[in-house]
């Protein structure tokens, strides 16, 4: 079975502009986690969705945001990028029930000059 | 608000060794507590879980860990170490919440040496 996806495996853009990262998770997963993890440091939670709805927020500003597709797929979008955005995005999927492990995908590396 | 303590920037092990990776939690009610490891340039893999009843749990590659309530402890193990157990190890806490609600909090990680 595939694992989770994401696209692309690394970005570079400037300050100011604008980031859609994607994420496809593994098939019969229904629940869609977006982390940051910056360099040296664990992965801090940004969103959940969970049939298409968000179910968690982390302490994240507006500029971030999210959606889940009905196929379960999911976007994170970053808006005004900052220098401080540079970091591993990583999507993870699960089953329904909060024992169910999270899967992760080998993330996207986001570079912001 | 929930939070995890991983003491130990980096573990130096020799081969052949037992290896035990720190880690302590802050939450509310009852923990479900999450070992993963990360390797360069990857994802994180999942090891094992705690949810409820054995303290003692036992995961992949022959890692275990042992839950501690009175101590908030959460403690990764390994009977002989294998120089392929060089990586990043995370652990993670997560409340009890709402159905279908999913919020893991991450330590800052441990690297694991294990030299040959």
């Known amino acids: 079975d595939a694992g989770v996806t994401q696209s692309p495996t690394h970005l570079i853009k400037t300050r100011g502009q604008h980031v859609t990262l994607r994420c496809s998770p593994i098939?019969?997963?229904?629940?869609v986690s977006w982390y940051q993890q910056v360099l040296g440091q664990g992965p801090q939670f940004i969103f959940q969705?969970?049939?298409?709805?968000?179910?968690g927020r982390g302490n994240f500003p507006d500029r971030f945001s999210a959606r889940q597709f009905p196929n379960y797929s999911s976007e994170l979008n970053v808006n005004a990028l900052l220098l401080g955005d540079s970091a591993l995005y990583l999507c993870?999927?699960?089953?329904?029930?909060?024992?169910?492990?999270?899967?992760f995908g080998n993330g996207t590396r986001l570079t912001v000059t | 608000a929930q939070s995890v303590a991983q003491p130990e920037d980096q573990v130096n092990v020799a081969e052949g060794n037992p290896l035990t990776v720190k880690c302590t939690y802050s939450v509310s009610g009852n923990p479900y507590l999450f070992w993963y490891v990360q390797y360069p340039n990857r994802g994180l893999q999942f090891l094992l879980k705690?949810?409820?009843?054995?303290?003692l749990v036992k995961g992949s590659y022959g890692f275990e860990a042992e839950f501690n309530k009175s101590q908030t402890s959460f403690h990764l193990k390994k009977p002989s170490a294998l120089v392929s157990d060089s990586a990043l190890y995370f652990c993670a806490v997560s409340p009890a919440q709402r159905a279908g609600s999913y919020q893991l909090t991450f330590g800052k990680g441990t690297k694991l040496s294990v030299i040959p």
């Open positions: 969705y969970y049939e298409k709805e968000e179910r």
């Open positions: 098939s019969g997963h229904k629940s």
């Open positions: 993870a999927s699960s089953l329904l029930g909060q024992n169910s492990p999270l899967h």
């Open positions: 705690y949810i409820t009843g054995d303290n």
